[in-house]
C-alpha cells in the first residue's frame, strides 16, 4: 500500500476552477491507478476519474457527469495525481478522495471504491451558487 495526502479543496463559485493534488509515497507509483472518488452528504462514494500507465503512456476514465470538465492527469516524477476542475457545479459539493491500487484494471468496466486499497484523507470541495 501506498500513503496518500490530498490537497487543493476549497470554496469556490459555480463556475470556477480548482486543482487537486494527491502525493504518494513509494517507489513504485507508475504501477498504481489513482483514482479520483467523491462523496457527497448522504450518498454512497462515487469514482470521478482515474488514470493507469503503461509503456504505452497515461489512460483515463472519467464518469459521464464530468466529462468535459474535468481532467486527471500524473506526474509520475513527483508521485503526484491531480484532478483540474473547471466549470465547477453546486451538485460537485463533495469530499474529494484520492486512492490507488496496482492491480485495477480501466480496460474491464468502470472501477468501484472497493477496488481500490489506499486512501487519503480526503479535502472537501464546496460550489456556491
Known amino acids: 500500500q501506498v500513503q496518500l495526502v490530498e490537497s487543493g479543496g476549497g470554496l469556490v463559485q459555480a463556475g470556477g476552477s480548482l486543482r487537486l493534488s494527491c502525493a504518494a509515497s513509494?517507489?513504485?507509483?507508475?504501477?498504481?491507478?489513482m483514482g479520483w472518488f467523491r462523496q457527497a452528504p448522504g450518498k454512497e462514494r462515487e469514482l470521478v476519474a482515474a488514470i493507469s500507465w503503461s509503456s504505452s503512456g497515461a489512460r483515463t476514465d472519467y464518469v459521464d457527469l464530468v466529462k468535459g470538465r474535468f481532467t486527471i492527469s500524473r506526474d509520475n516524477a513527483k508521485n503526484t495525481v491531480y484532478l483540474q476542475m473547471n466549470s465547477l457545479k453546486p451538485e460537485d459539493t463533495a469530499v474529494y478522495y484520492c486512492?490507488?491500487?496496482?492491480?485495477?484494471?480501466?480496460?474491464?468496466?468502470?472501477?468501484?471504491?472497493?477496488?481500490?486499497?489506499?486512501w487519503g484523507q480526503g479535502t472537501q470541495v464546496t460550489v456556491s451558487s
Open positions: 513509494g517507489r513504485t507509483f507508475s504501477r498504481y491507478v
Open positions: 486512492a490507488a491500487d496496482q492491480f485495477v484494471s480501466l480496460t474491464a468496466g468502470t472501477p468501484r471504491a472497493g477496488n481500490f486499497g489506499s
